[in-house]
């Protein structure tokens, strides 16, 4: 199966890249499974600044990126599929499971994940894609419980931590944990990630020292019991120090960490104090 656009970020850590601002544009496609054309919005161009822990990009544009998905049966084309693949997907898409998907009002990333898993996708493939139907969901707590509930869950088909790959993913499986309050489950797979001895090969030693970091910052979450989606300290500096402007909306880390960036930084005092 050839790669699409579900799992083109699944590595990156939202590093700082060349700015460019979010352009949208229009597409036409046309279903390979019935044949209907139909156009969809993207964009042409988009930059990004960092990432949250859950790996959603802060950029110029909406992530995750928009996928197609036929009007007419609700094919999500996650890929550009083989003749091969296309006569797996029909009864995929056509049977009532997946159709009861599309009424009950789950993500298009949640519904590529379910015919990835199906089409044999390897796990860090259709488990990231689960990662990336959670912030469409964020929007509605309970759905987005419900992905992460599912992720940690389906996240034992992804085996011993092994490559770059199954850390990054490891590490989703392990922030879902965070976010859901279960920070002895999060901080026991921590411990069993042996990201520290993990062997970079020529090509991944940068990528393997931002995991480690990573990891690191992850656990510091995790002990002092933070389940918050955009923890300050693990988010992009330019963001954290937007939220150091409203100081009612900070708990005592975060204010801390405010004062770390900027001795002179104090909360504006309480009306009428």
Not at 70 to 96: I, Q
């Amino acid at each position: 199966m050839r790669i699409g656009i579900v799992v083109c970020t699944l590595l990156a850590l939202a590093l700082p890249a060349a700015a460019q601002a979010g352009i949208p544009v229009s597409q036409r496609v046309t279903c390979p499974i019935g044949g209907q054309s139909f156009e969809y919005a993207t964009t042409a161009s988009y930059s990004t600044w960092g990432a949250r822990p859950d790996g959603r990009p802060f950029g110029s544009w909406h992530f995750p990126l928009a996928l197609p998905e036929c009007p007419d049966n609700g094919l999500v084309m996650y890929s550009a599929f083989t003749e091969e693949e296309l006569v797996r997907l029909r009864p995929l898409v056509a049977s009532p499971e997946y159709q009861a998907l599309r009424r009950s009002g789950d993500t298009s990333y949640y519904r590529a994940s379910w015919l990835m898993e199906r089409m044999g996708a390897p796990a860090t493939h259709y488990l990231w894609a689960l990662v990336q139907a959670s912030w469409q969901a964020e929007d509605v707590p309970a759905l987005r419980r419900r992905y992460l509930e599912e992720l940690v869950r389906r996240g034992s088909a992804l085996g011993e931590p092994r490559d770059l790959e199954t850390v990054a993913v490891r590490s989703r499986i392990i922030n879902a944990l965070r976010e859901l309050g279960r920070f002895e489950e999060a901080a026991a797979m921590i411990a069993a990630t042996p990201i520290e001895t993990l062997a970079p090969d020529s090509e991944t030693v940068r990528e393997t020292e931002d995991w480690r970091g990573h990891y690191r910052r992850l656990g510091i979450l995790v002990a002092r019991r933070d389940a918050s989606i955009e923890p300050i300290d693990m988010i992009p500096r330019r963001e954290a120090q937007r939220r150091c402007a409203d100081p009612a909306a900070l708990d005592s880390a975060a204010r801390a960490l405010c004062r770390e960036w900027d001795p002179a930084w104090a909360p504006e005092p309480a009306p009428g104090s």
